[in-house]
């Protein structure tokens, strides 16, 4: 009776254990997750702040700066629900502007120009990768968080589900593969 017993007691401490792991685990997940996202904001931003800066320079002509302004305010000031679609929206309209090198080059071209178009770049490079990486954590932490065990014992208490951020990231080719950038 006693051996018996004393087995109960030990699988009920391994079983413990384990779900105290994996609740560990999805919470660090969801921490990571809020990590991602912060740099994901934080590189957002810094596009958007960049390509106003851009825009009210007077490199550009006045309709593409005209379109990256407004493009680029529209993504700084959305609401949450919307700002996949304004950031999108941001992608495009750097791509329509900076579609073709001759455009880069005449920025380029401009006093403080070469620094202008190198931030941009480096702006339009990171959002990918912040992206990437957020997606990334919120995709383990869904497959975690689809598991039974997960489910059925509310391993992830009241944390809301984690969703992904989909937007068009593409960037626009003369900015994203220059030589020197």
Known sequence: ????????????????????????????????????????????LRRASVTQELATSG???????????EAAHAARQAEEEHREV??????????????????????REAPGGVEAAEELAQAVRRV??????????????????RHRKVRWLRLAGHAPFPLAFEMDDEPPTALADRPGT
Do not use: K
Request: hydrophobic residues 55%.
């Open 1 to 44: 009776m006693t051996v018996t017993l004393i087995w109960i007691v030990v699988a009920l401490v391994a079983i413990g254990l384990y779900l105290s792991w994996t609740a560990g685990r999805l919470d660090r997940l969801h921490a990571r997750i809020d990590a991602a996202r912060a740099a994901l904001d934080a590189q957002l």
């Open 59 to 69: 490199v550009l002509d006045p309709a593409a700066s005209i379109v990256l302004y």
């Open 86 to 107: 304004a950031e999108s929206e941001l992608s495009q309209a750097l791509r329509a502007v900076f579609g073709e090198p001759a455009q880069v080059d005449s920025v």
């Open 128 to 145: 990918p990768m912040a992206r990437r990486f957020h997606n990334d954590a919120v995709r383990a932490a869904r497959a975690l968080r």
